[in-house]
């Protein structure tokens, strides 16, 4: 059996997708999977025992045709993917059976049963949601207790709470905890003012790795931290699925719908105002109360609740 798979656009709903990939792999017998999709989810998943093949697409529409073309025959097709360049690559894929994701079809519910139910109206099953799964390369376990920062979020800057507020949990946690910093090559800067504010703190047992990680490195060393602080975003999926202790700062965006899926040790940590969730990019009414209004106090207070 040859399954032709698309992985969502982003790293962390490619995460949220795994239990229902999952599902596929349990109904069908003797599968082989192609993954194709955007750099990061490939990445993130091409480890998988099942995977044969992996392609990262182009996003000119004219190279679609002579991938297609290359890829063979499948079986079946499955899209996470619902836009316009999807759906005309799904008419371009040879596979006897093609399935597409419609979000509008989905509504109200976390995104992990969004694309679970997908996979279970296009095969007409009734499989539950498991757990998020990744295959890494080489976790190893830190020998000193580490807490991971991941300031950034590709979504865009309202879902980013401020580099000195997490410098100041970072400080609070030094005595007890080693640092990591996360980010990738567009979050240097943001990286930067954490690292120059815990040096005026006086802490030295920090690392920065914004921009200097591959997204299997990112994988395998969120995998070994004690307890990771985030916002909403791709990293935050990652550390879900080797459940580690997590603490994520929501502001615009949906806790019910993006939130850790299956993880007992998270704690979300929003104010709840009446503009929440907007869904923007950027504040709408330029005042980013719902991260502004976050302290550091209420991020050390959620780290002892999950201690």
Same mark, same amino acid.
């Given at each position: ?5 698309e ?5 962390g ?5 795994t ?10 017998n ?9 750099? =990061? ?8 025992p099942?995977?044969v ?13 002579? $991938?297609?073309?290359?890829?063979g +025959?499948?079986?079946v097709?499955?899209?996470?993917r619902?836009? $316009?360049?999807s ?6 894929i ?7 994701f ?12 969004k ?11 009734n499989?539950? =949601? ?7 390369? +080489? ?10 920062l ?5 979504y ?12 100041k ?8 905890y080693?640092?990591? &910093?996360?980010?990738?090559p567009?979050?240097?800067d943001i990286?930067g003012? &954490? ?7 006086? $802490?030295?047992n920090?690392? +920065?790795?914004?921009?200097?990680t ?7 060393? &969120? ?20 459940? $580690?202790p997590?603490?994520?700062?929501f502001?615009?965006t949906?806790?019910?719908e993006?939130?850790?899926?299956? +993880? ?26 719902c ?9 050390l ?7």
């Open positions: 059996m040859k399954v032709l798979i992985l969502p656009t982003w790293l709903d490619a995460v949220m997708s239990p229902a990939i999952e599902n596929i792999v349990n109904f069908y003797d599968l082989e999977i192609t993954f194709i999709g955007s750099f =990061a989810p490939i990445e993130a998943l091409k480890k998988h099942k995977v093949k992996t392609l990262v697409l182009d996003k000119k529409y004219i190279s679609l045709y002579g $991938v297609s073309r290359n890829l +025959n499948f079986d097709f499955f899209s996470f619902g836009s $316009v360049r759906k005309f690559l799904k008419f371009l040879s596979a006897k059976k093609k399935y597409q419609d979000k509008n079809k989905y509504q109200n519910r976390h995104q992990v049963e694309y679970n139910g997908f996979v279970n109206d296009s095969l007409n099953t499989f539950p =949601a498991g757990k998020l799964t990744l295959s890494t390369i +080489n976790h190893q376990p830190s020998t000193n207790k580490t807490v991971g991941n300031p950034g979020a590709s865009g800057s309202a879902k980013r709470w401020y580099p000195r507020e997490f410098a949990v970072a400080s609070e946690l030094s005595a007890e080693d640092i990591v &910093i996360f980010g990738g567009s979050e240097t990286a003012d &954490i690292v120059r504010t815990l040096i005026d703190r006086g $802490v030295k920090y690392k +920065n790795l914004a921009g200097n591959t997204i299997t490195e990112l994988i395998n060393k &969120i995998a070994s931290l004690d307890l990771f602080i985030t916002g909403d975003s791709g990293p935050m999926h990652v550390a879900a699925a080797f459940q $580690v997590t603490v994520a700062i502001g615009p949906k806790d019910k993006t939130s850790q899926w299956m +993880n007992k040790k998270s704690i979300i940590v929003k104010k709840n105002l009446d503009c929440q969730p907007c869904m923007k990019r950027t504040c709408p009414l330029q005042h980013h109360n991260m502004n209004l976050i302290k550091a106090v209420d991020v207070n959620a780290v002892s609740g999950i201690k």
